[in-house]
């Protein structure tokens, strides 16, 4: 019986192991409508939830940082919880390292977290997003592939401490010029359980968000789906994977399970994922 126990308790380590650190590299191929040509076929890889801390296993960190590279992604974008919440400061954690190295492999955008805003000094963490070559969008909105090019505006919405006094309509402090107006957007925005609310500003209503925060519902269950998710409860709605708008399907919502672990310490039948958004390069002499 001794070896009975001990093959599964074997099982069980490699089992937890792979749940935690073999991350799964999802793909997606999307047409958004009015897209123009410097933006189709470009390729984004959407990273979140990483929570660094003085603890977190600086191998897997490597190993998140080769696979993101190993995509070639023209952007890299990044839906907040790089840290974990409490840090006195971030001197002992990868972030500086990590988005640094994001920053080598491709133009890198990132929105905060409900961790990332209560960790160390919030004015640290700007200047290392700022002398990282990393872009922080806070209420903020840039042109892609650059301003002075017709492309996708990229709108990045702020974390907010206080959840129950949210503007209205809630992407009311992101301005857009009105070339952006006028563009296809993409929002990044760490909460995926306000999907319906960010459509309500029709001057600026995404047709693809990014987000992250669920952790894929941390333990997920056959057929059911994620258990548990912050902002959400148990059996969230919103739990990870794409979601389409009820009124307009050319609005959509992808959530990433993430990548690291904040109050539970591991992940059941949910592996960490990259996700990896290629833009469909529209066929002009279709249909």
């Known amino acids: 019986m001794a070896w009975i126990f001990l093959v599964f308790s074997i099982a069980i380590v490699v089992y937890v192991y792979i749940q935690n650190y073999l991350i799964e590299i999802t793909n997606y191929v999307l047409t958004i409508p009015k897209l123009s040509e410097t933006m189709q076929g470009k390729k984004v890889v959407h990273l979140s939830d990483l929570h ?18 190993e995509q070639e992604p023209d952007f890299i974008f990044i839906t907040g919880d790089l840290v974990q919440a409490g840090l006195d400061d971030f ?10 190295e994001c920053a080598k ?4 955008y990132v929105v905060t977290g409900n961790h990332d805003i209560k960790s160390g000094s919030f004015e640290d ?3 290392i997003m700022e002398t990282a070559n990393v872009t ?6 840039v042109m892609l592939p650059d301003k002075f090019a017709d492309g996708i505006a990229l709108m990045g919405l702020a974390e907010r401490q206080d959840q129950t006094n949210l503007p209205q309509p809630i992407l009311g402090p992101i301005e857009l010029t009105q070339q952006m107006v006028k563009s296809p957007k993409i929002l990044l925005a760490h909460r995926p ?4 609310h960010y459509m309500l500003d029709k001057t600026k209503m995404p047709d693809l968000i990014l987000s992250g925060h669920t952790h894929g519902g941390q333990f997920r269950l056959p057929i059911i789906g994620g258990v548990f998710s912050p902002g959400q409860g148990i059996l969230p709605d919103y739990d990870y994977g794409l979601f389409v708008h009820p009124e307009d399907p050319s609005k959509r919502m992808i959530v990433s399970r993430g990548l690291g672990n904040s109050t539970f310490p591991f992940r059941i039948n949910n592996r960490p994922e990259i996700v990896v958004i290629t833009f469909n390069k529209i066929n002009k002499n279709k249909g």
């Open 136 to 141: 922080l969008l806070l209420d903020e909105a």
């Open 105 to 108: 492999i491709a133009p890198t």
């Open 125 to 127: 963490f700007k200047y």
């Open 193 to 196: 359980e306000y999907f319906v």
């Open 52 to 69: 660094f801390n003085p603890k977190t296993n600086k191998s897997f960190v490597e190993t998140i940082i080769d696979k993101t590279n």
């Open 91 to 100: 001197l002992n954690t990868p972030l500086r390292h990590f988005v640094e």
